[in-house]
């Protein structure tokens, strides 16, 4: 049975997972944190230097206003930390770095086991589109209440299309300046933003004559929670290290 530490718990996210856990024979939420405070079915602290439960392991799925007393606590307690908070500082990240050194750390820019399968897919067909000349292209969608573009998963998309290229695309994100032909060695990243779409992301091959498309819809929040509890089972117990969801996976 894994034991849970989880941050932010009284936040939408931490609802979800809550839930999640609680139909889950092999894990238990052991304690929650979170400043608002909540009702919840397990003890619930203000900040995580008031928590005395011990765990296995922390999911942080918060603000990365939390993150810094989140990386203070699994530094003091040796504990292992799912990373699920975006938007962090530069020095975060870095912290974060300085952290995996002594217990483990798993953070990706999204938690989905579909898109990170996906991702696996797009790299293997890039090392074999790409220099038979197809032109890659992402397009992705979210909701009005978006304010950032183009979206993390958008990003991580691209970068596995460039690292599968041995680096060699620059990303354009907008033509309305630009009057010339297509670079090939370019990767364009759209974004769309527009009612309440939760997520979808389009990878286009595009090729003479044939165009291969490959695409993540996601239809509630709770996917990015269900990642969230795999990586949690998959991190409690492993070596110090810096992991992401494509090892959780495998």
Not at 56 to 75: G, L, N, P, R, T
Not at 152 to 173: K, P, R, W
Request: glycine share 8%; hydrophobic share 40%; net charge negative.
């Amino acid at each position: 049975m894994i034991k849970i530490l989880l941050n932010g718990c009284c936040g939408h996210m931490g609802r979800v997972i809550t839930d999640i856990v609680a139909a889950d024979e092999n894990a238990v939420i052991a304690a929650g944190i979170d400043p608002v405070g909540g009702q919840c079915d397990y003890p619930v602290f203000k900040s995580a230097a008031d928590c005395n439960v011990k765990a296995d392991v922390m999911i942080d799925f918060s603000s990365y206003k939390a993150v810094d007393s989140v990386i203070d606590y699994c530094e003091k307690n040796d504990l292992p930390l799912v990373e699920c908070t975006t938007g962090l500082t530069e020095e975060q990240i870095k912290r974060l770095g300085e952290l995996s050194k002594k217990s483990a750390v798993l953070r990706s820019a999204n938690m989905s086991l579909g898109i990170n399968t996906i991702l696996k897919l797009i790299m293997d067909a890039a090392k074999v589109l790409a220099p038979a000349g197809f032109d890659m292209e992402i397009v992705e969608k979210h909701h009005n209440r978006k304010i950032d573009a183009p979206s993390g998963t958008a990003l991580l998309l691209a970068d596995g299309l460039n690292e599968a290229c041995n680096n060699e695309y620059s990303y354009v994100y907008d033509r309305s300046t630009r009057h010339e032909k297509r670079d090939p060695k370019e990767i364009g990243i759209s974004a769309v933003r527009g009612g309440t779409i939760v997520g979808e992301h389009d990878v286009i091959f595009a090729g003479t004559d044939e165009v291969i498309e490959i695409k993540h819809t996601a239809f509630s929040r709770a996917i990015f929670a269900k990642g969230a509890v795999a990586a949690a089972k998959f991190l409690a117990g492993k070596a110090a290290g810096m992991y992401d969801m494509q090892d959780v996976i495998g």
